[in-house]
Every structure is written in structure tokens, then in C-alpha cells.
């Protein structure tokens, strides 16, 4: 049983939350503007368009990637080289986003570095999962059962530091709540009251730090909202510190399999360099793809919106909003009744037109160069 030091001392770290796996250090994916794969350029894979002063390079293995997303590959071999032309066309197009993105230094905004964050996370605690089943060798053992083995291994060879009067305030709490009805609204969710008294977790006792460990400091609101987490049944006896440890266990055994894949090395392997390297890409294409609905959105609220719905209404009416019934009659679909329904289809029409507009702006910029010879050889 993993002992746990009790004592009193000032808190000041903030619960850690790590990051992401094996590698070749001589390939620089953190300059590669890809968005499906990171073949290096070279004489075996060379450049079919490139847009010098956007910094724009896509090689064939980035184009034969791309198209393998969209096409079975009995279709991307028989393509003819007008299709492949079209399907190149469009990759450029997403690779103007990508270059656009980046200029907005859309890597750097708090939302796209926070989901970094969390792949980072997620793809070092998966490669490590993948070395320790390797290192495991054959088992007799599952693959969870050998990983949850591993996870205890860590976790008890932690020291982690409680301090007496947070602990005696958490039992404290756990008993009122628990004597209350509607109990284990422990996080200021509404409940039923008894006796006058909330439900809710006073936010002073919600902020103590509870515990210090490498990762940081635990509140005990951390320990209420994972414990409140757990089926009522599973729930383990605060009381004792067995139990407070095994909710411990439960909140900290990911982060620390991210922190030994840190001390591993493994966020400068291939793999974990080259996938955060596409989320950031895509993250960022993503980001100046939003930057153009907001122009849509922004539209759509425009004082002449009405106007404009009728418009299209009236110009696609025959198209979109009229069918004819089985006595082979037409059937008008009414503006007011379906006003949504229209609103849809011209907001998205006209997101397509904004992003079409805006790209051939940006090409009428930037020089665009295709090599047709390179185009015409590539293997699909």
C-alpha cells in the first residue's frame, strides 16, 4: 500500500498537465507545411507546385497523399491529366489557407496552442503505451492489464505530500455532502437543500490545496470532481487514505505516463514531431477557413438579409424549392415556412463564394508554378 506523508506547507505549483513518441532528428517537420504527408523533397519525390513567395512546396507524395484521401486507388491510377490538374488545383487551394493561416500566426492563438496541448499529450502517452507493450514482449497478460500494471508502477513510486488540515477539510466535506439530499452535487451543480443548507462545495474549501506531488498541487475540488465522477457504488471511503489514494491514482496515473514519456525523449521522436507538426497545420488551415465563414456570418446579419434571402430564394427557387408531387404537379416550397431551411443553403453558398473570391485574390498575388511535366509523370 503506497504510503502518503501528511504535513503542513504553503502550496504555489498548479496541477501539471503533460504532452506526446521514436524519430529521425535530421528531418526538419517543424518547417513542413504539409497537410497529408512528410516525405522530404528530393530527386525520388520532387516538386509538382510551388508559390515562391507564399513558401508554398508541394511535392507529388503531398498531391498522391491528398488525392488517396478522396479517390480509391484503382480511380487516382486512371485519372487523366485534365482530373489530376483539377484535384492538384484544389490542394493548392487549401495550401493558400494553410500559407494564410500562418500569417495570422494562427499557431499562436490560445485555442489552436491549446488543442496542441492536449494531441501533444495524447500522442506521448501512445507511444509510450506502444514501447512499454514491446518491452513487455509476450504476455500472458492483455494489453490493458499489462498497461494498468505499468500505470500503478509509476504512480507508486511517486511521493506525494498531503496536508493534514486540507485532508481534514475534504473528509469534512464529503461527509456534509453526503448527509445531504441529492448528494455529490459536489461541484456547484444545483441539488436539494436540507436544513438551509447548500449543496454546493463553498469555493474556499473547493481551492485548498490538498496534496503536492512532481505534477503539481491538487485542490481539493480536484478530488471532488473525480470522485464525483465515479458510480456511487465505487466510490472509495475518503475516511481512510487508501481511498483518497485511489482516487489519486485515477487522476494522476495519465499525466505521469506523459511525464515518462517526457523524461524518455519521445516528444523529439519521428512520430510525435511529425503528427503535432500535421494537427498544427491543419489546426491553422482550419483557423484562416474560419477567419472567412466570420465575413459569411457577419453577413448574415446585415440589415438587407431579408432582401437578399428573397433573392436567392427567387433565383434558385426552381432548383432547390420546387419538386413535382406523383400526379406530376409542381410543388412550390413557400419562402416564409421555410426561411431557415433557405437561410442555410445562402449561408453556405455564400461561405463558398467568400472562399472562392478570396483565393483567387491570393493567386492573382502569387505567382503560381506547376510543373505539367512532373504532374503528367506522377504515380497516383
Not at 346 to 374: G, N, T
Request: proline share 4%; hydrophobic share 40%.
Amino acid at each position: 500500500m503506497k504510503a502518503l506523508r501528511l504535513c503542513l506547507f504553503p502550496f504555489s505549483a498548479a496541477l501539471f498537465l503533460g504532452m506526446a513518441s521514436p524519430g529521425r532528428a535530421d528531418v526538419p517537420y517543424e518547417t513542413m507545411r504539409r497537410l497529408y504527408d512528410f516525405t522530404p523533397i528530393g530527386p525520388d519525390n520532387p516538386v509538382v507546385a510551388r508559390v515562391k513567395d507564399c513558401g508554398i512546396e508541394i511535392p507529388v507524395s503531398e498531391f498522391r497523399a491528398s488525392v488517396a484521401s478522396l479517390l480509391s486507388k484503382e480511380a487516382a491510377r486512371a485519372l487523366p491529366l485534365a482530373e489530376k490538374r483539377r484535384y492538384l488545383e484544389q490542394l493548392l487551394d487549401d495550401h493558400f489557407l494553410l500559407w494564410n493561416g500562418y500569417e495570422q500566426k494562427a499557431d499562436q492563438t490560445e485555442s489552436v496552442a491549446g488543442m496542441l496541448k492536449s494531441t501533444q499529450a495524447m500522442l506521448l502517452e501512445e507511444v509510450l503505451e506502444d514501447q512499454v507493450l514491446k518491452q513487455q514482449g509476450k504476455s500472458s497478460l492483455d494489453r490493458e492489464t499489462l498497461l494498468k500494471n505499468y500505470r500503478d508502477e509509476l504512480f507508486d513510486k511517486m511521493d506525494i505530500v498531503v496536508a493534514n488540515d486540507a485532508y481534514a477539510a475534504l473528509k469534512a466535506e464529503v461527509h456534509r455532502l453526503n448527509g445531504t439530499a441529492g448528494a455529490m452535487e459536489v461541484l456547484g451543480k444545483p441539488g436539494t437543500k436540507k436544513d438551509g443548507e447548500s449543496v454546493a462545495t463553498p469555493a474556499a474549501v473547493s481551492g485548498m490545496q490538498l496534496a503536492q506531488c512532481k505534477l503539481g498541487a491538487i485542490t481539493i475540488g480536484d478530488v471532488l470532481q473525480a470522485y464525483n465522477r465515479l458510480p456511487p457504488p465505487q466510490r472509495p471511503d475518503l475516511d481512510q487514505s487508501a481511498g483518497l489514494i485511489a482516487v489519486l491514482r485515477q487522476m494522476l496515473e495519465p499525466n505521469l505516463m506523459v511525464e515518462e514519456a517526457r523524461a524518455r525523449g519521445l516528444e523529439k521522436s519521428q512520430l510525435v514531431r511529425e503528427k503535432m507538426q500535421l494537427n498544427r497545420n491543419v489546426l491553422t488551415r482550419l483557423y484562416a477557413l474560419d477567419q472567412l465563414t466570420a465575413r459569411a456570418v457577419a453577413q448574415m446579419k446585415s440589415p438587407d438579409i431579408d432582401a437578399r434571402l428573397k433573392e436567392w430564394y427567387q433565383a434558385n427557387l426552381k432548383k432547390l424549392y420546387t419538386s413535382t408531387d406523383q400526379s406530376g404537379k409542381e410543388q412550390v416550397l413557400p419562402f416564409a415556412a421555410n426561411r431557415d431551411r433557405i437561410s442555410d443553403d445562402y449561408f453556405e453558398d455564400l461561405q463558398e463564394q467568400i472562399r472562392a473570391d478570396q483565393i483567387r485574390a491570393w493567386r492573382k498575388q502569387h505567382r503560381v508554378e506547376i510543373d505539367e511535366a512532373v504532374l503528367a509523370r506522377a504515380a497516383l
